[in-house]
């Protein structure tokens, strides 16, 4: 499995495509094929060594990501192979920027019809970023 993965803090070029052993589900948990990863804030200040939740490299950064339900782990109800799925984490817990990651089942909901991959795998973190600068750093208000 292919996984996009910081060993060293800096700008983009420090992000670097190495294969990585596929992870297996267990229980409680499904595997997602990933097809879309979101990149936030969080994100930038994780690769840059900014973030404090995000440790010491190597990492896998992706705090949210849309994928596909390959594999589900014993005592997973509700969710089944081929699920289209909105799927949040961490970094390195999993990280998204790979192929394949494997997420607490109660991480994941279905993605809604008529939302394209993209769209969904920014609806877990992204928004929160967006709302963070609007209201704290640029003080937006009503009137």
Known sequence: MRSVVLDHFGGPEVLHLTDTPTPAPGPGEVLVDISAAGVNRADLLARAGNYHRAGKPPLVLGLEACGTVNRIGSGVT???????????GATNEPGFYREQAVVPATHVVPVPDGVDDASAASLPTAWLSAWYCLHHLGQVQAG
């Open 78 to 88: 509700g969710l089944e192979p081929g699920t289209r799925v909105i799927a949040r």
